[in-house]
């Protein structure tokens, strides 16, 4: 594949070269995202292609890679019957193979690991560092060790029983645990000075365009399988970068012009006591307020839905989640976990596939807006299920639990204790690639 794109700053419009690592544009005098533009206006979707590369058109590829799972999108008729609604369709990412989703890791992190890594040039050695609160480094731990990524996964130690897999793990990928009492912005902080080494790539989290297209393609599933644009779109957020990506591929259908001329509203569900961005949101405040580190994993300690506590996420920069709940009259509410348990129950009941907590949170919060009157019967409804299927996994798949690699405990190591680690890391990973 040739590359079909140009990337552009959303801060000043500078159109910028991609080198498949590209997070930032440095001439940009405040925080900013770059965003991906496609030589093709129209989508077409390629099912000859495998796994999330159907929507090739519209990814920041050079490549495709192997790997069948990808967001299917199906038309509730139980559910939205208990709902009341008339037109809620349900885009499910995780292993259903009953309704032809076969993600492996059970969530739709596999969509942006699989953009990530197909826009990792071929040629480079660099390792890619990715820290995560569970869901996302299984998904990079599988895609990157089955296709020859150089990658580091940091984990606090609470997620590292998140990160099972279905088949063993190549040398070329490595677990990093931020020990003791580590929350994930303890990992994030020991993934950045993972990056400060040589040979290290921050893989980029929100700022990386392939993460974003990766999870927009979702949406793309949804409107291609419906015919249209929904007016609604319903998602959990940890660090929204998932909404911000449906934001994205909503201009992208725009401009494909077959699809109508809505602009989806995003709402957008936080699991109560942990809810920086809605607490922003409440004041449309482009601020996210701090937390410290004991008030933050206190708070995260407290949730069902563990992957949704992030301190730090992309809100505030030009083309973040403010901005896109700013351009799409959208919403976030606040869910608690007795709210979300039973919206588990409910999907588990009415569709017959378990879903994951932070599903459970999302669909906690359309009932909600259904119960209060938001949500009219009569709109066209996604309902974005970011992970479920984990019964149908230890079913077929019986996955097993992996280790960590290293450990580093960030209250207590010495910067000395931490090369050490890094460089022993880097020694290995680079061994294994030959």
């Known amino acids: 594949m040739t590359q079909t794109y140009q990337v552009r700053c959303l801060g000043t419009g500078d159109l910028l070269q991609d080198d498949g690592f590209l997070l930032a544009n440095p001439a940009s005098s405040k925080p900013a995202l770059i965003r991906a533009e496609y030589a093709r206006r129209q989508l077409t979707v390629r099912p000859e292609n495998p796994g999330i590369f159907r929507f090739a058109d519209w990814l920041p590829v050079g490549r495709t890679l192997p790997g069948q799972g990808y967001p299917v999108t199906y038309r509730s008729e139980k559910l939205a019957q208990e709902l009341g609604l008339e037109r809620l369709y349900i885009t499910f990412s995780g292993y259903w193979p009953e309704i032809g989703a076969t993600m492996s890791t059970g969530t739709f992190k596999e969509c942006e690991a699989y953009a990530v890594c197909a826009r990792y040039p071929r040629a480079s ?28 996964v940091v984990v606090p130690r609470m997620s590292l029983g998140e990160l099972w897999q279905d088949k063993p793990l190549n040398p070329w990928v490595k677990i990093l645990v931020s020990d003791h009492n580590s929350d994930y912005f303890d990992a994030i902080q020991l993934a950045d000075e993972l990056c400060g080494q040589d040979g290290f790539q921050p893989e980029g989290g929100a700022k990386n365009i392939a993460r974003r297209d990766g999870m927009g393609t979702t949406v793309l599933s949804a409107v291609t399988t419906i015919g249209e644009i929904p007016d609604v779109y319903y998602q959990a957020i940890g660090s929204g970068t998932g909404a911000i990506a449906a934001y994205e591929a909503n201009l992208r259908l725009l401009q494909d012009g077959r699809f109508g001329d809505t602009v989806m509203s995003l709402r957008l569900a936080q699991n109560k006591p942990f809810l920086p961005i809605y607490n922003a949101w409440q004041k449309k405040s482009r601020d996210i307020e701090a937390y410290t580190a004991e008030e933050a994993r206190s708070l995260s300690s407290q949730l069902v839905a563990k992957v949704l506590a992030n301190r730090k996420p992309p809100y505030g920069p030009v083309g973040g989640l403010f901005d896109a709940l700013s351009a799409t009259n959208g919403q976030v509410l606040a869910v608690s976990n007795d709210e979300a348990k039973a919206a588990q129950e409910l999907f588990a009941a009415s569709e017959g596939c378990d879903i994951c907590p932070e599903s459970g949170v999302a669909l906690a919060a359309l009932q909600q807006e259904r119960a209060s009157g938001q949500l009219g019967r009569s709109k066209l409804v996604m309902l974005n299920v970011t992970g479920g299927g984990l019964s149908n996994i230890e079913r077929d798949l019986k996955p097993g639990p992996v280790a960590a690699d290293a450990a580093i405990d960030p209250d207590r190591a010495t910067q000395a204790d931490k090369r050490a680690v890094f460089d022993r890391l880097r020694n290995e990973i680079l061994n294994a690639l030959g």
């Open 125 to 152: 050695r660099r390792i890619l560092v990715v820290a995560s609160a569970g869901n996302t480094a299984r998904a990079f731990l599988k895609v990157a060790s089955e296709n020859r990524i150089p990658l580091v």
